[in-house]
């Protein structure tokens, strides 16, 4: 039988997993009865959800005042979260879909959880401007529906811009997200019993991996992704133009838009590190996530460090070459004024520390990539925080500039999210397959029984 | 399934022994051939002859017809109560462009689903009758609907690609 | 003190009469039911009532009768009935009867002799002389239970709601005082802890204080706020005057270790040279021939851009704005309407800060309190910025004091307009940046992109929860009230705007009012009467000859092209400008 043999596959190198039975076995026990750790994870995280609702409750309840906003730093530590779960996201869709499509050969273990954290992460980032605006209980004039009064958003606004990108992004990955578990949702019903077998038949939409629906799913996956790709780099260019688009100085950017994109990809593939390293130990997926998974996020790490060191400089440049004062005195101010420590933390963490990656050594040690990921979690979102606060405390009228303190209201949502964020991606880990079980076997050895039974003889 | 038919269902623990069997099946000329895999195995779809799907149509006019709305829908609300802002015309493509680029994206996506539900005949909540767990799992296998009268015919064809597993019975009449 | 307080009625539910100024007498009638939550009784009546129960009734029952018996004395039969005359008069709101203007006349004979000086004997042996001068904004005290006197910047230090004491910066850093150290200030008489604000204009011997803190038991407002200046003064009555005197005392000065922030409206004392308050040399003037190039400039672009007449850009220089072949957005017939611009002439600007309170009443804004002050959340829609700029390159200690008064700029090209996302801010046809409260979801990205910073936002329930009943009574009827979450900005008093339209069109004169019958709450109150409010189009207009002068500019507008409906005339100077000139 020829057809069948040639393939070359990219084999995972690890003696446990032999048959395509074996991934079934190794991932479907993570569905099992959570253990102490995840429960002890599950509970702070649910507690978290609880200031998190409680602190935007609180905000509901005696206005938006409880934030440390003012005049003229009308954006503070909820936009800069929003931009950040939204970078967070970015990853996520590279992994799923750009690198998809470009047949990286190291995505299949990680773009489950990767995506997931996608999903999870822009429906964290929906939130922030909710609890962002004065009114929420007119948050929907955005959404263009018809009404008696023929009013109509301003698509001229960056905000309404926003609101298709993310609203785009959030049903697309999510889709996306949807889409391609099915296959595994129906492996898992497959090894159920009892009330999961019941849920996992419904959203598994009866799939039985028959030849026709193998056929249509893999080119509705491929469109999908060929979608999800310059979707993905809209996304992040749309929220810049949130302040590009501004004549803010220190906003006001041609940069903005492929340096946000580069800027979400590094913070979305430290956070990748940051979740799987756990992932990867807690539910015992050393088979799969190896180090050469790790060394290939490293190495996108390092590659968007450098385009997003590089923005930093150029902004900084290009404000000292354009000789136009206003601009000088905003870039001079972020970098000795009053939040010079955010730049210097900023600059340190996405700078500074991932220099280290270019050492092979450090790329293959995991716990070194997860201390490294989380410095980078923390830089990116302090840069964030100084693109808003720093460029906005000091613009164009001094006798307006004024400081900013975030609000421990402010703090406890931002904290929040994280839990918030932290209980979806919980909650998806025993609940769906967090990785990608019908992928992993396309990456197997198919089985022949040719080779077994040379190898038998 | 009428009572004229009889279905066949062959569990196989080898894709070769699965290719083979759909050849041969295929060169017997038995038309209702279908297989199962747990993943998408292209050496099946050839062996069970596919062309392109069709989802790329729908992916198409998703996409397109969402640039239009973009465009078209910008364009109307903004003259439909012409408001000036910031000295801007009140039609300013440029800013539409990124409307319609997200519609763009939007309807093609869902457009895709849509294709991708209607073409493999998704959500199918019946429960199935003949069907082997293990399919999801490290098996494939091979259905075959044959007239009574052929049905040893078939049978002979599946047992001589060594099956785990040989069953009787019906399927679902989906996809 | 008291041992009886009664309400008293205010002048819109009461009668009664006054001279405003020499030869005029007007009358004053109820103008509303009496506010239903106080049984009171204006002070007249009181009075009359007290004379009648104590045995010694003045003739009038009620303090009309009384008003109307005094009007008809002065009645003079030459101008007919008394009952149709009265009623003329409270038509008019003036009598027809003139004061004799010469019944005033000085009440006692000037003697040159009797106007001596002495040099001013001062207590104790502290290192400064201690000032202590009339607020302008609460008098000697009067006005200190007033919420809008409090959040009222001081037109100097820009500080409200509490008290400071002024030190001169090289005084306090020889002593190690920084700027918002609470110090004890202590003279022979008592002492008073109060934060040191810094000022350069101040003798570095001399520390001042104003009037108008402290007080005990004053209201609401006005008790338990700030010191009491009058606490460190001994208590000596000028002869023969009888002023109270208020320069008689040195002052130590020392720290008590404690801080505080101050709860200032300041950002920055410094325009770090851009174009916004910039001043003219008056040896500078008038050598700009009126029809040299630019003379006109500045009129022709207010009269031409608005965001909303197509502008054909000419040439195609890479400065040339808008880009040649270009239209900015446009409204079907902007001809016929009126482009309402203002014009505000720094020269005669003081400061004084009348034209923010009056803004505050005429509009409905709320006060915030000093907590909210101090993070920056005051909501004036008139800020009087203040800026030091140097009087000579040699004497750096020497001020030259600028103020500007900045609104809304109504920009022609209005950053904040593109950025909502629902059109709560957008162009009027008549030029002027509307903002629609009830359509504001409160995204706050039209002020991130003010570049003048005058939007300010309802951060909390400011018009529920600080103007408590019954001071929500003194609401303008014409203005809508903002509820928490909601941009709001001056709107050229669009009240008074469309109030005057309304009633040109009723009287047959068109839709465009005549000049000066708009006149909004700030330039109303103006006393150096620095603001003028017009229709520019209108070339006959006031503000359109106003405006076409040589000292005419608008803020930032050469760096950001906002093109503003408002501009400014340079301050003139009698010095040289060597800084914040931008020429």
């Known amino acids: 039988m020829a057809t069948a043999t040639t393939t070359e596959r990219g084999a995972l190198a690890h003696p446990d997993v032999h048959q395509l039975g074996d991934v079934n076995r190794d991932v479907l026990k993570i569905l099992g009865r959570p253990g102490k750790g995840w429960w002890m994870l599950f509970l702070v995280a649910a507690a978290g959800v609880g200031l998190f609702f409680g602190s935007w409750g609180w905000q509901l309840y005696e206005g938006i005042g409880v934030s440390g906003l003012n005049s003229p730093v009308g954006w503070g530590v909820y936009i800069t979260t929003f931009v950040f779960w939204v970078g967070i996201a970015h990853s996520g869709t590279l992994i799923s879909a750009i690198l998809f499509l470009f047949r990286a050969p190291w995505r299949q273990s990680i773009y489950r959880a990767a995506e997931a954290m996608t999903v999870f992460a822009v429906m964290t980032a929906g939130l922030f401007p909710l609890i962002h605006v004065g009114r929420l209980w007119h948050a929907y004039w955005l959404i263009p529906y018809p009404n008696s009064r023929f009013l109509w958003p301003n698509f001229k606004s960056p905000l309404v811009w926003d609101v298709f990108a993310v609203t785009t992004y959030f049903t697309v990955s999510a889709v996306f997200f949807y889409l391609g578990t099915i296959p595994d949702i129906a492996a898992a019903r497959d090894a159920a019993t009892g009330l999961r077998k019941k849920l996992y038949s419904v959203i598994s939409l009866g799939w039985r991996g028959t030849d026709r629906q193998w056929h249509h799913f893999g080119k509705a996956y491929i469109f999908l992704a060929a979608l999800a790709t310059p979707l993905v780099l809209s996304v992040h260019s749309v929220v810049s133009w949130d302040f590009a688009m501004a004549i803010v100085p220190g906003w006001h950017a041609t940069i903005f838009a492929p340096y946000f994109v580069a800027g979400a990809i590094f913070s979305g593939v430290a956070m990748v590190i940051t979740l799987t390293v756990p992932l990867r130990k807690i539910f015992g997926l050393e088979a799969y996530l190896t180090t050469k998974h790790f060394d290939a996020m490293a190495k996108l790490c390092l590659l968007t460090s450098l385009i997003v060191l590089y923005a930093y400089l150029s902004e900084f440049f290009l404000a000292w070459y354009s000789g136009e004062e206003i601009e000088r005195t905003a870039f001079w101010n972020r970098l000795f004024g009053d939040y010079w420590w955010a730049t210097w933390t900023m600059l340190t963490c996405n700078g500074l520390v991932p220099i280290m990656l270019w050492f092979r050594r450090v790329r293959l040690s995991i716990p070194a990539l997860f201390v490294i990921s989380i410095f980078i979690n923390i830089g990116m979102w302090f840069e964030r925080y100084v693109i808003v606060v720093t460029s906005l405390h000091h613009e164009f009228e001094p006798w307006a500039w004024g400081i900013y303190r975030p609000s421990l209201t402010e703090m406890g949502i931002m904290i929040g999210s994280f839990c918030w964020f932290g209980f979806w991606f919980l909650l998806f880990t025993r609940l769906l397959p967090p990785v990608a079980i019908a992928e992993l076997k396309e990456v197997l050895p198919p089985p022949l029984r040719k080779q077994t039974k040379e190898a038998r003889a | ?175 | 003190m008291a041992d009886l307080i009664l309400p008293d009625r205010h002048f819109l539910e009461s009668w009664g009469d006054s001279s405003p100024r020499a030869g005029v007498v007007a009358l004053r009638q109820p103008a509303m039911q009496p506010v239903p939550h106080f049984d009171g009784k204006q002070t007249g009546d009181v009075l009359l009532s007290v004379a009648s129960r104590s045995g010694s009734p003045l003739g009038a029952v009620t303090f009309y009768e009384y008003l109307r018996g005094r009007h008809r004395a002065a009645h003079r039969p030459a101008s007919g009935d008394f009952e149709a005359a009265w009623h003329r008069m409270l038509k008019r709101g003036v009598s027809e009867v003139p004061e004799d203007r010469d019944a005033g006349g000085p009440l006692r004979a000037f003697e040159r002799g009797a106007l001596t000086f002495d040099a001013p004997m001062l207590d104790g042996d502290g290192d400064f002389t201690l000032l202590v001068h009339p607020s302008p904004r609460f008098g000697a005290g009067e006005f200190s239970n007033s919420p809008w006197m409090q959040e009222l910047p001081d037109p100097v230090s820009k500080i409200t709601w509490h008290s400071w004491v002024e030190m001169h910066p090289d005084a306090a850093e020889s002593r190690g005082i920084r700027e918002g150290d609470v110090v004890t200030v202590s003279s022979p008489h008592g002492s008073v802890d109060v934060p040191v604000w810094l000022y350069p204009g101040i003798r570095e011997d001399a520390v001042a204080l104003a009037m108008g803190g402290g007080h005990a038991d004053f209201g609401r407002w006005g008790s338990d706020r700030g010191v009491n200046a009058m606490d460190l003064l001994p208590a000596v009555v000028e002869q023969p005057s009888g002023a109270f005197v208020t320069l008689a005392t040195t002052v130590s000065v020392t720290p008590t270790g404690r801080r505080r922030r101050l709860a200032t409206t300041e950002g920055s004392d410094d325009q770090h040279d851009r174009p916004i308050a910039p001043a003219v040399a008056l040896a500078e003037l008038g050598h700009v021939a009126r029809e040299e190039e630019g003379a006109h400039g500045e009129l022709q672009e207010l009269q031409g851009v608005g965001g909303f007449v197509p502008v054909p850009a000419e040439g195609g220089a890479p400065e040339a704005f808008p880009l040649e072949g270009s239209r900015h957005g446009q409204y079907a017939e902007p001809e016929g309407l009126a482009r309402w611009a203002m014009a505000v002439d720094l020269d005669k600007c003081t400061g004084c800060s009348a034209c923010v309170t009056a803004c505050q009443a005429e509009n409905n804004v709320p006060w915030v309190g000093e907590d909210q002050v101090m993070m920056g959340r005051e909501m004036h829609w008139v800020r009087i910025e203040r800026y030091y700029e140097h009087v000579d390159a040699s004497h750096a200690s020497h001020l030259d004091v600028r103020f500007l008064p900045m609104i809304c700029q109504h920009c022609g090209n209005a950053p904040c307009e593109p950025v909502c996302p629902v059109f709560a801010t957008y162009h009027t046809p008549e030029g002027v940046n509307a903002q629609i409260y009830n359509r504001c979801v409160g995204t706050r990205y039209c002020a991130n992109n003010c570049p003048y910073k005058v939007r300010v936002y309802n951060w909390y329930r400011y018009t529920d929860e600080n103007v408590p009943e019954p001071m929500n009574w003194q609401w303008n009827p014409d203005v809508t009230v903002r509820e928490n979450g909601v941009m709001e900005k001056c709107s050229f008093c669009m009240q008074r705007i469309r109030d005057a339209e309304n009633r040109s069109v009723l009287e047959g004169r068109g839709k465009i009012p005549a000049d000066g019958e708009i006149v909004p709450a700030c330039q109303q109150s103006c006393p150096a009467e620095a603001i003028v409010f017009g229709n520019i189009r209108d070339p006959n207009s006031r503000i359109a000859r106003v405006v076409d002068g040589e000292r005419t500019y608008r803020v930032l507008d050469e760096l950001i092209n906002t093109q503003p409906a408002v501009s400014y005339l340079k301050k003139v100077t009698f010095h040289e400008v060597v800084s914040g000139g931008h020429e």
């Open chain 2, 1 to 175: 399934m009428t009572a004229s038919t009889q279905g066949l269902l062959a569990s196989y623990e080898y894709l070769d022994s699965t290719v083979d069997a759909i050849a041969g099946l295929r060169k017997a000329g038995f038309k209702n051939v279908k297989a199962y895999a747990p993943y998408p195995e292209h050496h099946i779809e050839a062996a069970l002859g596919y062309g392109q799907s069709p989802v790329r149509v729908f992916t198409l006019v998703g996409g397109l017809t969402g640039t239009a709305t973009g465009f078209a829908f910008t364009a109307w609300t903004s003259m439909d109560w012409p408001l000036v802002v910031g000295g801007k015309p009140i039609v300013s493509i440029p800013a539409y462009v990124i409307i319609a680029f997200e519609l763009t994206v939007l309807f093609g996506a869902l457009a895709t689903v849509i294709g991708l539900f209607i073409l493999s005949k998704l959500p199918d909540l019946r429960p199935a009758v003949i069907y082997d767990p293990e399919f999801s799992s490290g098996r494939y296998g091979v259905y075959v609907e044959a007239p009574t009268e052929r049905a040893g015919e078939a049978r002979r064809i599946l047992e001589k690609e060594e099956p785990v597993e040989l069953r009787e019975g019906t399927e679902v009449a989906h996809a």
